[in-house]
């Protein structure tokens, strides 16, 4: 059977590429169970349109698989298109959220034969070994497709699995040297610590999967599924891996959460300091792990401490809203004083915070915008704005839809790119108003963090990174990893400029 796999790209020409975890998981599991395929990497080599339709034209295949996320939908239902065009006996299998989190309407508006929901790895095995040996895709686990009277058809939910099932990634189906001259070279520091001129490379490992909470604009594909993380053990073995094998110097541990609970965090550390691996290492947290007083906060600074010990460098945590109603409609069980306690915290122990903000919550207003600017100028940080997004499996989704937002779900799909365009408003506001509100919050911030961002670049940052030193107050561009006391910072970049205003009652 002759298979390929696609690694699509979000963001032609972006000069900055990350290895693309999920793929390579999925790859790595069915290569452990007999298969061999082709892999078709369109991110690294910026691959345009024109090449990847002369590929798929001059190159049949049996079964074709990709997955991305639903911001890139429009370009998926163009490969689905193109794939079936020359090739249209090819068994095209995609995952990831954008066709698991939307599969109705992807099924209904692609030609797609079968959709894996939600984790991909034993899925994608058993849906390669029902084509293989023709058997009936009824029988599988955590699919949808079209039946033989193209009714699209749900089957059960597959459990999560145990991560220490799986396999360790394997990365030799990408070009780490091209990964390599790709990399961030501001997430660690530029210089290497100042040991060697090269930027350091950071790699990426999963400690979790999925996340302990459920707020109503996210979406991640294991939302169904417990909250898991691995062994301190597994996760080290793995990051020695990659130092030796790959060359890695930092670790970006990139989970929905990577660490739940102080406990979670100081079992990790310690096994980090007791193998005397030296590497730097980023995480995904939350205000509530350094910033909630169920531990006292003696404790508290002595992980972070530990944590700072054990090599890392920078943990992103969202402040989203500084206004209450707005947490509490967004689920996010979290206080401001939260944020504001463990930006100190972090700080007080050298570790530099990234944060993320929301606008478009439809109670938002003039003030609440503000207000959230203010929680940033009080705690000297520059987050990265961006709006809401309704994703399909939101609760804001659902309510977009309920409230008449959203009527054409494919249409809406076709048109969303990032969170950094308004592209739905659900508030009061026109979309000049809100814009107005955070041009001019975002201006008091820079002013006084004497960043020097020019207007257009207020939310647009194209990742740029900042600090500012509590002391001298001054800000400079990149991580001195040795010496830091706080770091402003866009983590998301952002290279779309297309901004679409569909659906939205109060445009201009
Ligand atoms: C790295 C990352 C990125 C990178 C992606 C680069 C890359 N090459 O991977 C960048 C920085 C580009 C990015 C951008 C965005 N991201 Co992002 N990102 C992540 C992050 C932190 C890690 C992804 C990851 O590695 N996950 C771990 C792996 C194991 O999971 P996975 O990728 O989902 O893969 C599993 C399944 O999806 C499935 N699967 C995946 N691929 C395939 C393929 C096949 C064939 C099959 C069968 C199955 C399958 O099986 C895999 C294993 O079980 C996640 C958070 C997270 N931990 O998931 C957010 C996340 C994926 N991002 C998210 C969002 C919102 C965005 C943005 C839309 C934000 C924005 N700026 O607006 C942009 C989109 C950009 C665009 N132009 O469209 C959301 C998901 C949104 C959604 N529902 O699609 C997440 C979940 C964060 C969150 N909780 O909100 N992101
Ligand atoms: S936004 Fe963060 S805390 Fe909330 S559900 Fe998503 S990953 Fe979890």
């Not at 970006?252 to 980090?272: I, Y």
């Not at 206004?323 to 944020?339: C, S």
Request: charged share 25%; proline share 4%.
């Amino acid at each position: 059977m002759k298979t390929l796999f696609i690694n699509p790209c979000l963001r032609h020409l972006c000069p900055i590429k990350l290895l693309p975890v999920g793929i390579a998981s999925i790859m790595t599991y069915v290569r452990s169970r007999g298969y061999e395929f082709d892999f078709l990497d369109i991110d690294i080599n910026d691959y345009t349109d024109d090449y990847v339709e002369a590929f798929i034209k001059n190159n049949e295949y049996d079964v074709i698989l990709y997955g991305t996320l639903v911001t890139h939908y429009k370009w998926i239902k163009w490969l689905t298109r193109t794939i079936k065009k020359y090739h249209p006996k090819t068994q095209i299998v995609v995952g990831n959220s954008v066709a698991g989190s939307c599969y109705e309407v992807f099924l209904k508006n692609t030609q797609a034969d079968v959709v894996v929901i939600g984790e991909g790895e034993v899925t994608c095995a058993a849906v390669l070994d029902a084509l293989r040996e023709n058997k009936n895709l009824k029988d599988i686990q955590g699919i949808a497709f079209r039946d033989e009277n193209g009714r699209i058809t749900r089957t059960p939910k597959r459990e999560a699995a145990d991560l220490s099932d799986f396999p360790m990634i394997e990365w030799d189906f990408f070009d780490i040297s091209k990964y390599m001259e790709k990399c961030d070279p501001s997430l660690f520091g530029q210089q290497n610590n100042g040991k060697s001129d090269k930027p350091v490379f950071s790699m990426p490992v999963v400690t979790a999967r999925g996340c302990a909470f459920r707020c109503t604009f996210c979406h991640f594909v294991f939302w169904d599924d417990p909250y898991r993380y691995r062994s301190p053990d597994q996760i080290l073995i793995e990051v020695k891996r990659n130092m030796e094998k790959y060359g890695a110097s930092g670790i970006s541990f990139w989970d929905d959460l990577s660490f739940a609970s102080l406990p979670q965090v100081e079992k990790f550390v310690d096994a980090v300091l007791e193998s005397g691996l030296k590497f730097q290492w980023s995480a995904a947290i939350r205000t509530d792990l350094f910033g909630h007083p169920r531990n006292s906060y003696k404790k508290r600074l002595e992980v972070a401490k530990k944590m700072k010990d054990s090599g890392c460098i920078c943990v992103g945590y969202s402040l989203e809203s500084a206004n209450e109603k707005i947490l509490e409609m967004m689920n996010k069980k979290v206080t401001t004083e939260y944020f504001e306690e463990q930006i100190k915290l972090l700080d007080e122990v050298g570790i530099i915070s990234f944060t993320a903000v929301v606008f478009g919550y439809p109670l938002e207003t003039r003030e609440t915008i503000q207000e959230t600017f203010d929680m940033c100028l009080k705690n000297r940080v520059y987050p990265s704005i961006g709006f809401l997004l309704p994703l399909p499996y939101t609760e804001m989704y659902e309510y977009a839809k309920e409230h008449g937002f959203i009527i054409d779900e494919d249409a809406y799909l076709e048109a969303i790119t990032e969170r950094q365009d308004i592209c739905l408003n659900m508030t009061e506001m026109p979309d000049k108003v809100i814009m107005e509100e955070i041009q001019k919050g975002a201006k008091k911030v820079n002013a006084l963090l004497d960043i020097g961002f020019d207007e257009s670049s207020f939310i647009k940052t194209a990742g740029k990174q900042y600090r500012t030193d509590r002391q001298t107050q001054k800000t400079s561009q990149g991580l001195d990893p040795d010496n830091i006391k706080r770091n402003e910072s866009d983590v998301s970049f952002n290279y779309s400029e297309a901004v679409f205003n569909l659906g939205s009652r109060n445009s201009d």
